[in-house]
């Protein structure tokens, strides 16, 4: 899995998600300058952009050239797809050198995406951009972000459908609510990666601890790319029964919030699992 320079280009969005780590939070909007010093502050040959949503900043283009100039192969930008609506900024992406995009996704109709994102016609813009980099012919890559919330759980099938049909090449189920009790969601995430492996699109989990997903720990994102991103900050703790699994090291526990509200019941640890050792090489 590719390591990618974290670069934070401000807070500022054109959605207003319940779920939103930076729109609560007290950010700031980093200048120019600051952003062209943290570029120098790296091992990585590889850079993602992100936000709040990255798209809306004047000085993109600007950005991406000295990414460019600061010796990173590949740019990829989170965003909320909304911008690549208009085709044209699309394809100066594109002429720029952008060619990798994770788009992120909370509904598979409008109802439920406009609902959590508390904006109209957010939905028909994300699609409308998902389907543009669709049409593109050359040679990007899209992943998509699927959010999971108690607001959208039961629609995570229907959302796994649109990615497939709209030409994703990978999707990530990405766990960001805490009231939402595991036994009621692992269903729809066993469907859900069922179906994106039948038609051959790779998916990954994040937020789900080694002892419930059982049988599918290679679909552990955090195993390929480890737990410290910054782009979706998560508390995790262990609790006592982590300390008899063989786990514990790789795995970081549950989120500290999860625990709080439902209690450990439901873990139980792992004394044995066949493929540890290769699971343990991936980590490392």
Avoid at 91 to 107: A, D, H, S, V
Avoid at 228 to 246: A, E, F, L, V, W
Wanted: contains cysteine; positive net charge.
């Amino acid at each position: 899995m590719i390591r990618y320079k974290e670069l934070f280009l401000g807070p500022k969005c054109d959605n207003k998600c319940l779920f939103c780590y930076y729109r609560l939070g007290n950010y700031e909007q980093p200048d120019f300058n600051t952003i062209n010093n943290l570029l120098g502050q790296t091992e990585h040959d590889s850079v993602v952009l992100y936000g709040g949503e990255p798209t809306l900043r004047n000085d993109l283009f600007e950005i991406i050239n000295i990414v460019k100039k600061n010796g990173f192969r590949r740019i990829k930008l989170v965003s909320n797809g909304r911008s690549f609506s208009n085709n044209q900024f699309l394809l100066q992406l594109i002429k720029e050198g952008c060619l990798l995009f994770e788009i992120k996704l909370w509904g598979s109709n409008p109802d439920i995406h406009d609902y959590i994102t508390q904006t109209p016609n957010s939905f028909l813009q994300t699609i409308n951009g998902l389907e543009n980099l669709q049409r593109l012919s050359c040679d990007k890559f899209i992943c998509l972000r699927i959010l999971l919330c108690r607001q959208n759980f039961t629609d995570i099938v229907n959302m796994i459908i649109t990615g497939i049909n709209l030409g994703v090449n990978r999707i990530v189920l990405s766990l960001e609510d805490h009231n939402v009790p595991l036994q009621d969601l692992l269903p729809y995430i066993r469907i859900a990666l069922n179906i994106s492996i039948l038609n051959r699109v790779w998916i990954l989990t994040e937020g789900f601890p080694f002892c419930v997903m059982q049988g599918l720990e290679h679909h552990i994102g955090e195993i390929y790319h480890g737990y410290g991103s910054k782009i979706y900050p998560r508390t995790y703790k262990y609790h006592k029964n982590c300390q008899h699994c063989i786990y514990k090291g790789i795995c970081h526990g549950v989120y500290t919030e999860y625990l709080n509200k439902f209690g450990h019941a439901e873990f139980q640890p792992i004394k044995f699992n066949r493929y540890f050792k290769e699971i343990k090489a991936l980590f490392g």
